[in-house]
């Protein structure tokens, strides 16, 4: 996934469309942050100059589904959330989560939320016909994250078996949020396939990951021109950042 900050206009489409997706509980009172899940979290960072210096930037946060040394699968204890090597993609069984929350505290981009209450969707009222049938709704006391979609993967491959194909074309998978983005920020395919937009994309000199030195190797990618939206994205100390030399027309 690669997620370009300078379209990005933080309208919060792709949380809604997240949510409208995966089945996350509507709350009877959504003004309580407390109780309100999310799995695409949106971040504001501004340069902290003051007016009229001052700029603004939004940071889409999905799960970054780590590619190496796997934070939250390392310490799980009961195997709950697994790394799978074909698709790339970190998942979470809620089935055999025991609620122990050790992968949230190793996380480093808290993209992992807890569900401290059981689903709220009444009858009567319409919000259970919004539920996908292609998810699960959990129960309280698992953790929950960003799976990239998984059921729209498996839904493609599902047809792509059916067409008697064994390879995905571009486009035929990808995530509810990327669907959604009216401002066409987020671009998702196969990072390892070279005819794809995104495996194009992170070939740009302004292509970043958050805290990347962590040594993680996020799949998630982030585009801007601004030197000061890339230095924030990784922490970098005072003197540590070099600049981006505008390639020539």
Not at 53 to 82: G, I, L, N, W
Not at 218 to 229: A, I, M, N, T
Request: charged share 25%; net charge positive.
């Amino acid at each position: 996934m690669v997620i370009d900050l300078d379209k990005c206009t933080g309208c919060g489409t792709c949380m809604v469309a997240c949510a409208h997706e995966n089945n996350l509980s509507v709350r009877p009172d959504e003004s309580d942050i407390q109780r309100k899940l999310t799995w695409m979290r949106l971040y504001k960072i501004t340069k902290d100059e003051p007016y009229p210096k001052t700029e603004v930037s939004y940071f889409p946060r999905p799960c970054m589904q780590c590619d190496h040394h796997t934070p939250c699968v390392s310490v799980c204890p009961a195997t709950a959330t697994d790394y799978d090597i074909n698709t790339g993609i970190v998942s979470q069984i809620y089935t055999r989560c025991i609620g122990c929350r050790y992968c949230m505290a190793a996380c480093p981009y808290h993209a992992r939320v807890f569900n401290w209450w059981d689903g709220y969707f009444p009858r009567g009222k319409g919000l259970e016909n919004y539920l996908s049938p292609e998810v699960s709704v959990r129960m309280r006391g698992v953790v929950e994250k960003c799976t990239f979609c998984h059921h729209r993967l498996m839904r493609a491959k599902s047809k792509a078996y059916a067409e008697g194909r064994r390879e995905l074309e571009e486009g035929e998978y990808v995530t509810a949020c990327t669907e959604a983005c009216p401002a066409k920020a987020i671009t998702f395919g196969d990072l390892n396939n070279p005819e794809h937009k995104v495996h194009q994309l992170i070939k740009s000199p302004y292509a970043f990951r958050l805290l990347e030195r962590l040594g993680t190797e996020p799949k998630v990618y982030y585009l801007s021109k601004k030197d000061w939206v890339r230095k924030m994205g990784d922490n970098y100390l005072p003197g540590e950042f070099k600049p981006v030399t505008p390639p020539k027309a």
